[in-house]
């Protein structure tokens, strides 16, 4: 039997909390920077586009107390149903929200906002990418920092990622299914968005196909872009790291980590 599902409407991730934990759930590399900058104030932490709570479980677990926000209703769902299992998990606020708008969480400030794994890439113009971070801006206290881990579009990363259809994984789930990720990216310079479209095929035990195909855009940032567009939100003491080991950003860097404060008193 073969059946086939379209994830349409606002939310290309309403049936993927799953299969997106198959790919994501065990990816630690960048838990120990963000604990890192998280320890540096006694504040809550935020988390923009918080997705399936991944992050948000590790905060829990180290005794720091966030917030997370996201706007997929299913994805949130997800979160709670993981920080429920975790060990002070119930320090932990699940808001369905919009990033351009973390100011508007109701909760007090926060020492540190972080914009995990390609977050603010899902906002695919300048104009949204500056709201999301002037309301970081406003959402944190004075002394507090922002955390944002993009993609570093090199020419051979962005050629790779438009060279497809391209197979991203394949993983075998507890009921013995197996599931391939397949991908197909349009990279479009002039305005730095790119089309995505995902499918994801499960053969499962019983002979039985089902693929769920969902599309949605990026737009990736340039180191100097971000640094550019971090001063003109008020951030100071910005630093660049190409990796999760915190070397010093360089050409070759697979990741654009910056790291920017909030001064204590506000010279905008």
Same mark, same amino acid.
């Given at each position: 039997?073969?059946?086939?599902?379209?994830?349409?409407? +606002?939310? &290309?991730?309403?049936?993927?909390?799953?299969?997106?934990?198959?790919e994501h759930d065990q990816f630690e590399d960048d838990l120990p920077i963000?604990? =890192?900058?998280?320890?540096? *104030?006694?504040? &809550?932490?935020?988390?923009a586009g918080s997705g399936t709570g991944r992050v948000l479980r590790a905060l829990a677990q180290n005794g720091i107390q966030a917030t997370g926000i996201d706007l997929s209703r299913p994805m949130n769902d997800a979160a709670r149903v993981r920080l429920a299992a975790t060990q002070n998990g119930n320090t932990t606020t699940i808001i369905e929200g919009d990033m351009r708008e973390l100011d508007a969480t109701g909760t007090e400030q926060f020492g540190l906002v972080v914009y995990g794994l390609n977050a603010l890439m899902h906002l695919v113009t300048?104009?949204?990418?500056?709201?999301?971070?002037? *309301?970081?801006? +406003?959402?944190?206290a004075p002394g507090g920092a922002v955390l944002?881990?993009?993609? =570093? &579009? =090199? &020419?051979e990363q962005l050629t790779h990622l438009g060279s497809g259809p391209l197979l991203e994984g394949s993983w075998q789930t507890d009921d013995d299914s197996i599931v391939d990720k397949w991908s197909a990216r349009v990279i479009r310079p002039a305005t730095q968005v790119i089309e995505t479209t995902l499918w994801y095929d499960m053969f499962k035990p019983d002979g039985s196909f089902q693929r769920i195909r969902t599309a949605f855009d990026h737009r990736y940032v340039h180191a100097s872009e971000l640094m550019f567009m971090l001063g003109a939100c008020g951030f100071s003491e910005v630093s660049l790291f190409g990796g999760y080991d915190m070397e010093p950003f360089h050409d070759d860097a697979e990741r654009i980590i910056a790291h920017a404060v909030k001064p204590e008193s506000d010279s905008r």
């Open positions: 039997m073969t059946s086939s599902a379209f994830v349409s409407g +606002n939310d &290309p991730y309403a049936m993927l909390p799953a299969l997106y934990d198959l963000i604990l =890192h900058f998280a320890a540096v *104030s006694d504040l &809550p932490v935020l988390e300048v104009e949204d990418q500056l709201a999301s971070l002037r *309301s970081a801006w +406003n959402a944190l944002i881990d993009l993609m =570093h &579009p =090199h &020419p």
